[in-house]
């Protein structure tokens, strides 16, 4: 249900793939609360993917563009701020990709020029699309900008191999650059740490499928979908959060703040009666 949260305000949406994206949520939701938006991804992914339908629907501007070519970012902020009629409210970071994990080399067997494009592609182009956006004025006073994160940054988690690194960069260059845009500008910046969620970027890593059942198992609230990501990313973008900026932001149904569950360790033992009462309750204290 719409309420309007964002009736008015501009924004640009980084990295709609396909209907499985997060970006491609938000991108819907955001609209449905009245902003009018960009849509912006590699030519090779407007080209292979459906962000083309996606546009049309949303009736939004699509460009073209390399997250990490400074040139191209700043041609989406120009071609933006024309289609949109003035400075941008709001942007969604949701980039990531690790040619390591494509090519299934280990985290002790990276090749270091894939990490270079690993860290290039998920966290720096973070920090050239926010030195863009400030040397242009392209953003408004108050402002909001979100990149979506892991707790992997954190945490080890088998097999999430250098993206891990790269999450640990993004929301580092998240509080670094959070602060000079807030002193200077007002734009908050923060990171959501989102649920494993089964998107095409996810799906390529080691075990994931487990991972989500996991995290799943463990979460008091279970996990957190792509919609309701998008549903939080509304609220940030809204002025209902104009005093929270640099914050790594956990929306993954509590599992960042437990140790062990009974269905984890349930599902871990498969039996497990002891922790049940003399009527077969669980006993979770």
Known sequence: MANNLLQGKKGIIFGALNDMSIAWKVAERVVEEGATI??????????????????????????????????????????????????????????????????????????????????????????????????????????SVLALTYMAAQRTMFGYNDMADAKAMLESITRSFGYIYGREHNVRINTISQSPTLTTAGSGIKGFDNLVDFADRMSPLGNATADDCADYCVVMFSDLTRKVTMQNLFHDGGFSSMGMSFRAMEQYSKCFESFKDENGNVIYG
Do not use: C
Not at 61 to 81: G, H, N, R, W, Y
Not at 91 to 98: A, C, K, N, R
Not at 103 to 111: G, M
């Open 38 to 143: 960009t849509l912006s991804n590699t030519p090779l992914a407007v080209r292979m993917g459906t962000t083309n339908g996606l546009a049309e629907k949303l009736n939004a501007k699509l460009i073209p563009a390399d997250a990490t070519s400074v040139e191209d970012l700043e041609e989406v902020f120009k071609q933006s701020m024309d289609a949109l009629g003035g400075k941008i409210d709001f942007v969604l970071h949701s980039i990531g990709m690790s040619p390591n994990v494509r090519k299934k080399r280990t985290y002790d067997d990276l090749d270091y020029n894939l990490l270079n494009t690993t860290l290039d592609v998920s966290a720096i182009s973070f920090h050239k699309m926010l030195q863009v956006a400030k040397k242009m004025d392209a953003i408004n006073e108050w402002g």
